[in-house]
Nanobody
Framework: QVQLVESGGGLVQPGGSLRLSCAAS????????TGWYRQPPGNQRELVAV???????VYADSLKGRFTISRDTAKNTVYLQMNSLKPEDTAVYYC??????????????????WGPGTQVTVSS
C-alpha cells in the first residue's frame, strides 16, 4: 500500500511563510504527478499546484508568485513553499499523488492517493 503524510502546517501571521512537506511511503516505483490542494472553511477543495515527473508545474492563477512547488523524486517527497501568506490562505492543505505505480506482493499496481491533510491558519 501507499501512504502520504503531510507536515509543516500551523499558525502563521499574515505576511509570513510556511513550508509544507508530503512524503509518500510504500514500495513505490514511480509517481506520475504530485500536487497540493486546499479546502478553505465552508468551501470546496481547490487546486494549489501540481508538478509532474516530466518537470511540468501548474499553479492556481491566484497563487502564482507566492507559492512554489518542488519535488524530490528520490525521496518521493513534494514540498510547497508558501510566502506572503494571507488570511484567505487559511485552509486544510492536502497532498495528492497521481498514478502511483507500486509493488504489492508479486503484483504491480497503480492508483491515486491523498494525504490526511494539514491545517494552515493565517491570522494575527
Amino acid at each position: 500500500q501507499v501512504q502520504l503524510v503531510e507536515s509543516g502546517g500551523g499558525l502563521v501571521q499574515p505576511g509570513g511563510s510556511l513550508r509544507l512537506s508530503c512524503a509518500a511511503s510504500g514500495s513505490i516505483f514511480s509517481i506520475n504527478a504530485t500536487g497540493w490542494y486546499r479546502q478553505p472553511p465552508g468551501n470546496q477543495r481547490e487546486l494549489v499546484a501540481v508538478t509532474t515527473s516530466s518537470g511540468r508545474t501548474v499553479y492556481a492563477d491566484s497563487l502564482k508568485g507566492r507559492f512554489t512547488i518542488s519535488r524530490d523524486t528520490a525521496k518521493n517527497t513534494v514540498y510547497l513553499q508558501m510566502n506572503s501568506l494571507k488570511p484567505e490562505d487559511t485552509a486544510v492543505y492536502y497532498c495528492n499523488a497521481h498514478r502511483v505505480t507500486y509493488r504489492s506482493g508479486d503484483r504491480w499496481l497503480s492508483g491515486d492517493y491523498w494525504g490526511p491533510g494539514t491545517q494552515v491558519t493565517v491570522s494575527s
